[in-house]
């Protein structure tokens, strides 16, 4: 579905999944060593009967966020 950058990333993606009412999980994107310190990229997987309402939901947010950004000012 999504590939989320870090953990918190992934855990925003599957909140607003959540509200609109898609089960969601995450899994690693790549082979992670347990023992490193860094913050991997995860997978926001959905059903896949689930996917046209995931998209829709992850791009109004998309939009959402570029209506709020504020220009700097010149």
Known sequence: MAVAGDV???EV???L???AGVESH??????HDPQ???DPPLKVLVPETSVELARDA???L????EENEVEPAP
């Open 8 to 10: 918190t990333e992934a």
């Open 13 to 15: 993606l599957q909140e």
């Open 17 to 19: 999944l959540t509200a």
């Open 26 to 31: 995450l899994e690693p994107a790549v082979e």
């Open 36 to 38: 490193a310190l860094d």
């Open 58 to 60: 992850i791009e109004a």
């Open 62 to 65: 998309s939009e959402s966020e």
